[in-house]
């Protein structure tokens, strides 16, 4: 797809439309930074923007948006296996039976 | 026998072996940042506090800024190869290492204003896994910076003999690239923000 | 395409390598050599050699366990002061000796062997390929992989000794500021992760890309799917425990506590360290990975068993499709089973009940192609060669390793069970009259094709029988012991405890038998060694086989092919109703 | 029929759920190994290459497969959904109420138990790592009001019998794992951690704490004495406990 010297020309445009994107969202998340939202506001926020980003230097950068079967089949693997490994262990962290031992209280009133 | 498609795509697959073995890798790092991340997820939520406004916003979003930018010249520096324009080429691989040595230096100052303070990886579980993230990070990308100098320096002759190989290297070197940068963009809020 | 291949043309062409390779240079063509034939056998010897190692390290503690206090006898005056003085063996020395033996037996012996071994040395071939994706990356991972095994060795002679917290090296005893062996041993890890991470992205894509003309993938035999899927799980696996290596080596010499909760009072002193980390945290990571672990342990295996099944019953494996996707899905299920190793930790009710079912579940596939395999015997015209015996040893040995996985899944049961000798039992029996057979029996199946030479079939006999009985004397009893509450990793062997008096009489009987197992292995190392040299010299198909390995000179020279092979059927036609021999390869037309 | 398996006595109430649990299991697998190892056996004397000379291509027929698969999968969801799952909830949820039963803290260390009873006040005193020492291995400031009377123990766990017992287990440096084979309780004790184990001996008798995880050159040794007794002895060893706290009581305090 890309190797035609044609096509490539016409793909740097849309490069360095994606770069000045990229750095558009990162002044977002600074600013929305600097307003102070609640904590989980916070997070969604900060995360949307991320996986927006991750998704576009993925998705052209990488040419991930024409890729071959293949890679898409280990890359949906491995997402899923790192949607397990993200989110299983505090799952099963949280549902145990034990307390923590601790002076200091409000253990899960952190974030 | 030669071992096939090292150059050329297999037909059944469209691929030719680097694309896959590098999109493989790519898949094990994932893993990799995965643990580290499921790490922080645990120790955040089972911390008593969480400290904020320890790192310098300022410092992370430039280095935000230029990786993103090194991200750019370095599809641009395949997309020129791509175009036959090799001097456009050498220009951007060029100036994607000296965005990479840049950001290092960055994170030189960072690091030493820490350390400075005593806040090293021992002082705290956000500070030790702060250090150990980026300190990961930073080791992948001095690991891109010796690609670049190969392929700028011995590794160019390639392109007289085997231009499409060629390109397929730095295509490689792009796509580990292009991760390391779409990492960075999840540390950075992860612990400059949150 | 012209496939016939005569004798002269096979003459010619390794005349022709010979002069090919002498340019090379000894340490080009045997040391550092990118040929996945030569780098297969340094895997293999290397694994081989760990193997033994592992072996005797097990071998010393049967005996403080059938004699404790009693000095070692032969070799207990040369283990120093500090690990065992006037040859009475130290706790801290058992302890070593026992995290060091289920590394190396994991890590060093078996992956290697099955993996690094056995899978780069036939795999390329059944491709019909000729060589690795990567060639020179193969190299650097045998010698990542040979950098590990030295540092873990080295580690032994440090002060203070070789890690001793376990195989499984739990924090905080782990990361306790004694014991320098652990740091050691946390590099060697890495080593070996980062080697096993290079060898899957090699294997994954020789797979993908280098399948000869006509080999689809139904096509594929089924040790290459066995590698295929072992390779998945490496890649995607290995990371979080190499993480989670990471967290323990900056634990240990960086001063942080990510696996260290604040409050610890050590040896009656509060420990300075930051604190509010989670051990609990190292047990999820690193099950995670040695969870999927056991199968990559297990199914190249199953992939050994099931070539030389099909090659010595003469008929094609019953079920062929269905091993394929019982294979893939547990596989698939292996990621998510691990917390079944920490049922103990207080786990609530949700958890505990989803990795009990993902468990069970796990259990099907392996019925499914254990049951397959059996019905293969159906209507067969049995050789029972060493290769054959061995690999028939495998289905009951695993069927009881596996089978006795089934109360440990169980929670309840677990409670009973964990960490005794039941669950030693259990792996034992996957892993050593399982794999290690299927291993030996590789070994005997492909040797011919390594070397041009067949290797002795009464020392065979020998082999197979005397180890065949001795396993399972050492093995059986833990059973009888595990259930009856004796733990495991006790130095004295449990015999401070009242509830243990009547199982001490078993480790005498283990260890008998676990020293009578060693003596049975010296067969088959002069047979091993001595048919290199003095083995019936054979042609390139000896065993009248189907796969494409068989269509190569035996040893196969470089690049593997003296003509391009292609594929025109599926791997195990045997007995073919009317065709003229009872085998039908799947490189003639 | 049940204890074919040589499993220890049972000395508490829910050692039998377990029991016929893990004999349960032991039968399915005794059926399948019986029954598919007769099969291999046949087999491997009916075919070998003496017997069969020539091999047949189709091999065996039928559904003998799908219905060993089938039969192994109904019989494990049976053990998970009427017996594991239930028995694993008692264990984790139903914890006996803190009025109701025998409350204990047990901590443990390299290598041994350190037991701490309320005692009659029913409230553990306050404990702080700062005051550990040799004689004061739990740190317990006997300062504290709720702490004058507590009982402390190492390595020894007296219970009445047939009264449920809360133990809240932990562990001041390493991983140990408090194991009492005859009553079926295991339970890991995890520094930083305070996790609930709960059961009701039923048997008066001798018995011992093992620690089943590693933790150390001293893992081996790390074992522990459990005296269950009668109502009534149980009563009198802890007021002998208690007069002999008495005067430690004034003179401990700072
Ligand atoms: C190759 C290695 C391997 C394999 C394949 C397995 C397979 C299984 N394992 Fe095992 N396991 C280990 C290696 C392995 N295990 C190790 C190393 C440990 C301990 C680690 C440590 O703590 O140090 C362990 C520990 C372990 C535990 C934790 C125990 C504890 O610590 O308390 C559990 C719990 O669920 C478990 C379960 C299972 C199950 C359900 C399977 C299932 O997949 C099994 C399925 C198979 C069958 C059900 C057999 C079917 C076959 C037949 C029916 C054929 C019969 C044939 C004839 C008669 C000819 N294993
Ligand atoms: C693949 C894994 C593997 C293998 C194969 C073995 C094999 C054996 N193991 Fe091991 N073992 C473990 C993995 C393994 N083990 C693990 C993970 C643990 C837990 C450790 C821990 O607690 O942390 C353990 C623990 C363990 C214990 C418990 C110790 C304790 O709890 O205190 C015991 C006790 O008897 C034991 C015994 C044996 C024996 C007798 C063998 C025998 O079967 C060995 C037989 C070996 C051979 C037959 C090899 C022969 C090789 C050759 C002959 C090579 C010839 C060479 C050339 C030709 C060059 N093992
Ligand atoms: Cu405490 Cu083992
Ligand atoms: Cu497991």
Redesign the interface.
Known sequence: MHSDPAEVKKSVRTYMMVGAALLVFTAITVIANQLHLAVPLAITVALIIAVTKGSMVAAVFMHLSAEKKWIYGALLLTVVFLIVLMFVPILTVNDGIGTPTRASAGAHAGH | MEIPYIVETRPDTGLHNGKLGIWLFLASEVMLFGALFSTYIILRVGAPEWPHGELSVLLGAINTVILISSSVTMVMAWASLKMNDWGTHRLYLVATFALAALFLVNKYFEYSEHLGKGEGPWHSTFFAIYFTLTGLHGLHIVGGMVVMAYLLGPGAKMWKKNPDQFANRIEATGLYWHFVDLVWIFLFPVLYLL | MDNVTTHESVAHSQAHDHAHHEELGFWRKYVFSVDHKVIGIQYAFTGLFFLLFGFTLMMIMRWQLAYPGRPIPLIGAWLGQDRAPMGIM???FY?QLGAMHGTIMVFLGVVPLAVGGFGNFVMPLQLG???M???KINMVSYWVYFLGGVTMLTSFFLKGGAA???WTS?P??AT?PIANGQTMWLIGMIFLITSS?LG???F??TI???RAKGLSFMRLPFFVWAQFVTS?LL??????L???G??QL?DRV?????F?????????R??T??G??????WQ??FW?LAHPEVYVLVLPAMGIVSEIIANN????L??YKAMVYSVVFLGFMS??VW?HH?F??????????FF??TT?II??PS??I???L???????????TTPMLFA?AF??MF??GG??G??LG????D??????YYVIGHFHYVVAPGTIFALFAGVYHWFPKATGKKMNETLGWIHFWGSFICINLVFMPMF?QG???M?R????G?A????NAGLLKWNLVIGFAAWGLGVFQIPFIINFFSSIKWGKAVDKNPWEATTLEWLAPSPPGH???LT?PIVYRNPYE????GAAK?FSPQFEA | MLNFLGLPIQASTHAGEIDQMISLVHWLMVVLFAGLGAFFLFVLVRFRKGANPKASYAGAKGKFAKATEIAVGIIEIVLLVFYAIPAWATRVRQFPAESQAVVVRVVGEQFSWNVHYPGPDGKFGRTDIALVSADNPLGLDRRDPDAKDDITTINQLNLPVDRPVLVHLSSKDVIHSFSLYEMRVKQDAIPGMQIPVWFIPNRIGAYEIACSQLCGLGHFRMRGFITVQSGADFQKWTDDQEKELKPAATTTAR
């Open positions: 130290l706790p801290e302890n390929a000729p060589d994706a990567f060639p001793q917290s376990g739990y905080p005893l306790l991470l899957s992205i090699n994954i894509t993908v890309q280098l998945f890649l995607l696996a290995f990371p979080p190499e993480a989670a990471v967290l900056m960086a001063g942080t506590s990510f260290m909760p604040s409050g610890l009072v050590v040896s009656g509060p420990l360290v930051a509010n980390g989670n051990p609990l945290l999820h990571l995670f019953t003469r008929k094609p019953w079920g990621f998510i917390a920490m103990m930790t207080g786990m609530g009710t949700a958890m505990s009940a009990q079912t069970m259990s099907i019925v499914i254990l049951t397959a059996l019905l293969s015997l159906w209507g067969a015209s049995i050789r029972f028939l289905l009951p069927g009881i089978l006795t089934l109360p169980l929670a309840p049961a409670i009973h069970l964990h960490d005794t009888i259930l009856g509450g733990n990793r006790m130095y004295d449990g401070q405890y009242a509830h690049g593997n092919f391009e045997y007995s073919v109703p009872d």
